[in-house]
């Protein structure tokens, strides 16, 4: 089935610990995205990619860093610089443009600080 | 810069009766724009959106929205609301020849039996 999977399903991170959430599709979908979700916040923007091998900013993206690799990856690490990390993260992934253009979300992962 | 407000944080209505959930956005250009919901313990599903044409969109699950560019509205309408459609909705906006997505804070609806 495709689908877009993230990984793991819950993450705890200490102190100054950096961890990293993944976040795999098999849509062939170009265009890959990170949000965050707290309650009364919406889904805020960390990063988004367009294509493999770039990547651009989002409206929250101190503390956070991406990769893009390969089409089908697009992982995020939350840095120890991130002093806030607790939230709901989801992974989303698009085709570009036209008709067919909508987001497919993964299921979150669940960051809480020990 | 753009962005999306939702300026209801909470939408009460009884079942049978209408629903609108609100949203202005702001945005240089052309503006795509889209409606999500997430229902509890599921994840978000796309429900609908404009990109360009006919102003009245319709969507999934009986949903319709309807684009109005000189007040930057895309409200979001069920002419009749099942206890079902009791869930999270956002709205968001991109520019059309940019793919950064934004969302808002969200409309949490509860429809009463």
């Known amino acids: 089935d495709g689908g877009i999977t993230q990984s793991p399903k819950y993450l705890f991170r200490k102190e100054g610990q950096n961890v990293t959430l993944s976040c795999e599709q098999n849509l062939n979908h170009d265009a890959m995205y990170w949000y965050r979700q707290d309650p009364g916040q919406g889904l805020r923007l960390i990063y988004y990619?367009?294509?493999?091998?770039?990547?651009q900013k989002g409206d929250i993206a101190e503390g956070y860093s991406v990769s893009r690799e390969k089409k089908e990856s697009f992982p995020l690490t939350v840095t120890s610089a991130q002093k806030n990390p607790t939230a709901f993260y989801l992974c989303?992934?698009?085709?570009?443009?036209?008709?067919?253009?909508?987001?497919?979300f993964g299921s979150g992962t669940q960051l809480s600080v020990l | 810069a753009q962005s999306v407000a939702q300026p209801e944080d909470q939408v009460n209505v009884a079942e049978g009766n209408p629903l609108t959930v609100k949203c202005t956005y702001s945005?240089?250009?052309?503006?795509?724009l889209f409606w999500y919901v997430q229902y509890p313990n599921r994840g978000l599903q796309f429900l609908l959106k404009y990109i360009t044409g006919d102003n009245l969109v319709k969507g999934s699950y009986g949903f319709e929205a309807e684009f109005n560019k000189s007040q930057t509205s895309f409200h979001l309408k069920k002419p009749s609301a099942l206890v079902s459609d009791s869930a999270l909705y956002f709205c968001a906006v991109r520019r059309g020849n940019d793919y950064k997505l934004s969302f808002g804070a969200g409309t949490t609806v509860t429809v009463r039996a």
């Open positions: 989303a992934s698009t085709s570009q443009g036209g008709t067919n253009e909508k987001l497919f």
């Open positions: 945005v240089s250009g052309n503006p795509y």
């Open positions: 990619s367009q294509i493999v091998n770039d990547f």
